[in-house]
């Protein structure tokens, strides 16, 4: 099956610091990419659809500036938590997917964990 | 617009007793159904996925799901479970027309010895 890593699995840092969440498809190219939050005991919220080689579209009441994406190969997406604060720990996961060849090649990473304190 | 809701969030089973978790959508266009596994701190894996045909498709670890179009519904069973099958399940569904994947609250379940 194919295989989506994400880097770091688990990232703490300080209040006012920017992370980088990188995820990659392994085995398989990937036109689109989506990234999820979920909190604890929580469902996944979409938070944005990335195409590679164009900008993300962003899900309503999701932060543009604060969440930047970059789809710039097709095995390769990334996640910068801008200023992050405390209310932004969460468990980050992104998925790849083929979506123009079907409806089930959504592949899921591992998820990372981001701790702001 | 396409939304799920999962009727448990939590279903407490005993060792090699049946178990079926619920799950109902809504949405005004055809729709792709799966269902998600996920394990503490892991990400999510594709139980089973139904879009089209049969409406009983089966999937791993002995997993089933039935598409019911007029209840609209797709509830997951398995006929005997595993202690390692506790852990959360998502039910999603993801429109014909877009690529995204809306999930439910998520059950969890719980297999005690």
């Known amino acids: 099956g194919a295989v989506v890593s994400q880097h770091p699995s688990r990232v703490i840092c300080k209040s006012g610091t920017s992370v980088k969440i990188e995820c990659r498809s392994l085995?398989?190219?990937?036109?689109?990419m989506f990234w999820y939050r979920q909190f604890p005991k929580q469902s996944l919220m979409l938070m944005a659809t990335?195409?590679?080689?164009?900008?993300?579209?962003?899900e309503q009441g999701v932060e543009k500036d604060k969440f930047l994406i970059n789809h710039a190969s097709l095995t390769l997406s990334t996640l910068t938590v801008t200023s992050a604060h405390p209310e932004d720990s969460s468990f980050y996961i992104c998925?790849?997917?083929?979506?123009?060849?079907?409806?089930?090649?959504?592949?899921f990473g591992p998820g990372t964990r981001l701790t702001v304190l | 617009a396409q939304s799920v809701t999962q009727l448990d969030s939590q279903v407490p089973v005993f060792e090699e007793a049946p178990v079926e978790l619920r799950c109902n959508y809504s949405?005004?266009?055809?729709?792709?159904l799966f269902w998600y596994v996920q394990y503490p701190n892991q990400g999510l894996q594709l139980l089973l996925k139904?879009?089209?045909?049969?409406?009983l498709v089966k999937g791993i670890n002995g997993f089933e799901a039935e598409f019911n179009k007029s209840q609209t519904s797709f509830h997951l069973r398995k006929p005997s479970v595993h202690i390692s099958d506790t852990a959360e399940y998502f039910c999603?569904?993801?429109?014909?027309?877009?690529?995204?994947?809306?999930f439910g609250q998520g059950t969890t379940l719980q297999v005690k010895p």
């Open positions: 999603a569904v993801r429109s014909s027309n877009t690529g995204k994947l809306i």
């Open positions: 139904y879009l089209s045909g049969s409406t």
């Open positions: 998925s790849a997917g083929r979506v123009a060849q079907g409806p089930d090649t959504q592949y």
């Open positions: 949405s005004s266009v055809s729709v792709y």
């Open positions: 085995d398989f190219q990937a036109t689109t």
């Open positions: 990335s195409n590679e080689g164009s900008k993300a579209t962003y």
